[in-house]
């Protein structure tokens, strides 16, 4: 099945997660103005999109040269005289870490805090600008004295702690590609994504601590690496919660005696403008990850300008806390390298919401003057269901700006975010005048940066819609044949132009990321995402069209989850779809035919929601599976997913008329009833 299949016309597939969504949606006509105080502070006025409109080339080269420091000078902005194979800042030379770091130093702010962190137990530990240079100067003289030089790819499977970023910063320095491994994922996904991109060194930790409990990480390396024939020469081990680990002699070391040994200087040396920067694996809909390639210049001239003025960063006064994971774009880009390349102080927390207690995040907030928050859907809906007496209890009036990622956020959960995170003055109940301004922004681990999303003292917000593409982007809805859809109708959502951010490819297959990404419509990027237009043009983000599921923010792929479930014995076939749910968008739900006497085993379902989680990671679990004798088959044998999403969702089966057989959703809907 190719990659772009497109399962169904997004306008009618609600697959936001949220019941009607789509038509309450369409009924959603407030608005917020930024106060006249925000405006005219603002780093982002409405200037930018008519200059980025008259030369966009110029304007990135703006970007790129007042933000970032070149160590040589780009000769032209873009070339794209091969597509969808871009080359930005041609011929410039540039060095990441020297620009999210040493500048900050030079340039007389090194106590400036970088890194404020704060461990699940409560451990905190600082680091200003100084500090984390001259860490990331050791990391990178240890990296290379264990033999990795440019262009190396280097594997990373670290829980939330500073040295992930200093990983990924010592990686850039001297050239490396950093592959990060989500450390939800199990040791067969760390393995394939090892392999695929032929790893030559892992850099992991003992482990991490999971709702007050030390949780491990390392023996999910040692089994990735258990077969012969890899091609990892050493595992870096970062103590983090003093569990006992295996150890093999020759392979494996402590951090601690090898990049707290190495010699703090280190010279930085410019690397091109298109050096791979690191890889990412996201899920497609094919059972096999994409390794999505970014490179240097143009992701960082991206993520730095969209961090500044999509958060409207006041680096000197602002406390930053992005809390994605290092494990997913958001935070390779909003954790790591656009905030350190502004020189802003950021906030990491290595634990879940809730411990020890479900206010631990406003905690964390009022503990840190937490100034702008990032944070996806999903955390805010499980925040709504707490309750909001908890956020009451602390003081979040340092909270300036608020921002969304990872899924659609529905009025509700945006609402609640203004009124009860955005507003909140004090712990006594005193609320703001003017709440904070909320940015819902619009991205994908291809697109590297935010591409939609309103500018905070720019845009009147609507709840429920990430708006307006950035100054500089171009993006568009599109019908079936690739024509711009008019204002009040709903369609593809597709790049017309190509941006700096954007994915170089994707690793070792160049056919997959044309097929992909630019065959669908021709000379546009397709997102995958349906979208609509309202009455005044904003786009309106309505979730996947393809086989690709979002749950929490996450992105999970149906059939690789598919896959995941006939690798197992007792599995005959299977299909999962994505179910609307309250909390996670969306939810796995597998509906499995078994083999033989499989059916009579009571722990069958406990048995595979084990082995996903074990062939794919905790996370791909299915909520729910579902035991049924048949699936629903068109004729040419393709399981219609939409008509089991229905029964998944509760609803009646839609039109079934195309199946082969069409009385098969009664004998399903029947043996549900019964409970085979
Ligand atoms: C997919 C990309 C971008 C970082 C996190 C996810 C969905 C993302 C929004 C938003 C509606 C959104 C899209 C997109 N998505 N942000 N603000 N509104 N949908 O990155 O794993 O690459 O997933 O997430 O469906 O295609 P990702």
Not at 328 to 357: C, F, K, M, Q, R
């Amino acid at each position: 099945m190719s990659d772009n299949h497109v399962t169904g016309p997004p306008v009618l597939a609600d697959s936001s997660g949220h019941g009607d969504a789509l038509e309450n949606l369409m009924h959603e006509n407030r608005r917020f103005s930024p106060s006249d105080e925000f405006i005219s502070g603002a780093v982002a006025g409405p200037g930018l999109h008519a200059e980025a409109e008259k030369d966009r080339p110029g304007f990135w080269a703006r970007q790129a040269r007042e933000l970032l420091s070149w160590d040589r000078d780009f000769t032209q902005a873009l070339d794209w005289t091969d597509p969808p194979f871009a080359k930005w800042f041609v011929d410039g030379q540039i060095n990441a870490a020297y620009n999210a770091l040493d500048r900050h130093v030079e340039n007389g702010l090194g106590d400036r805090v970088a890194i404020y962190f704060e461990g699940e137990p409560g451990d905190t530990r600082t680091y200003t600008y100084a500090r984390l240079t001259e860490e990331v100067k050791k990391a990178a003289n240890a990296f290379e004295s264990l033999g990795v030089t440019k262009g190396d790819r280097v594997a990373v499977y670290l829980p939330m702690i500073p040295e992930a970023v200093i990983t990924m910063l010592a990686c850039a320095r001297i050239g490396a590609v950093h592959s990060v491994v989500f450390g939800g994922f199990s040791a067969d996904a760390l393995r394939n994504r090892i392999e695929d991109a032929q790893a030559k060194l892992v850099i992991t930790s003992d482990g991490t601590y999971r709702r007050g409990k030390p949780s491990a990480l390392k023996p999910a390396v040692d089994e990735a690496l258990k077969a012969e024939g890899h091609t990892v020469g050493h595992v870096l081990v970062v103590r983090r919660n003093n569990e006992p680990v295996a150890w093999t002699e020759g392979r494996d070391l402590w951090w601690e005696d090898t990049v707290d040994a190495a010699s703090a200087e280190h010279i930085p040396v410019g690397h091109d403008s298109e050096q791979p920067l690191f890889i990412l694996y996201t899920s497609g809909t094919t059972g096999k990850p994409k390794g999505i390639l970014h490179t240097t210049g143009g992701y960082l001239t991206q993520t730095a300008y969209t961090h500044q003025n999509v958060f409207d960063l006041k680096p000197d006064t602002d406390v930053y806390w992005c809390t994605a994971d290092i494990g997913w774009v958001t935070g390779h880009s909003y954790v790591t390298y656009g905030p350190l390349v502004n020189g802003a102080s950021i906030l990491i927390y290595e634990g879940t919401p809730d411990s020890p207690h479900q206010g631990r995040w406003w905690e964390l907030v009022e503990k840190y003057k937490v100034s702008i928050l990032y944070t996806a859907p999903t955390a805010i809906r499980t925040f709504m269901k707490w309750g909001r007496e908890i956020p009451a209890k602390y003081d979040l009036s340092s909270i300036r700006v608020l921002g969304s990622v990872g899924e659609p956020i529905n009025p509700e959960a945006w609402m609640w975010y203004r009124e009860v995170i955005g507003s909140n003055a004090g712990k006594h109940g005193e609320q703001k005048d003017n709440p904070a301004p909320i940015v819902d922004t619009w991205w994908q681990t291809e697109t590297g940066a935010i591409m939609i999303a309103p500018l905070p003292g720019v845009t009147a917000t609507k709840p429920g819609s990430a708006q307006t593409p950035l100054p500089g982007i171009v993006a568009d809805v599109v019908d079936e044949n690739g024509q711009s859809v008019s204002n009040g109708h709903g369609g593809y959502l597709v790049i017309r132009e190509p941006w700096p951010s954007m994915l170089r490819g994707i690793w070792g297959d160049p056919e997959r990321f044309k097929e992909t990404y630019w065959s669908r419509f021709q000379d546009m990027y397709f997102a995958g995402d349906g979208a609509k237009k309202d009455e005044d043009g904003d786009i309106w983000l309505l979730g996947r069209v393809d086989d690709v599921m979002n749950v929490s923010g996450h992105r999970l792929s149906t059939t690789e989850i598919e896959s995941a479930l006939v690798s197992h014995p007792s599995v005959a076939e299977a299909a999962v779809v994505g179910a609307a749910d309250e909390t996670t968008g969306q939810a796995v739900v597998a509906f499995v035919i078994l083999r033989g006497t499989a059916a009579e085993d009571h722990d069958i379902v406990r048995t595979l929601r084990e082995h996903v989680g074990k062939e794919i990671g905790p996370i791909a679990k299915p909520k729910t599976i579902l035991v049924v004798p048949e699936l629903p088959k068109t004729r040419s044998g393709k399981i219609m997913r939409r008509l089991l999403q229905d029964l998944a969702e509760g609803r009646e089966a839609g039109d079934s008329s195309t199946l082969a057989d069409a009385g098969i959703m009664g004998t399903i809907t029947e043996s549900l009833k019964k409970g085979v």
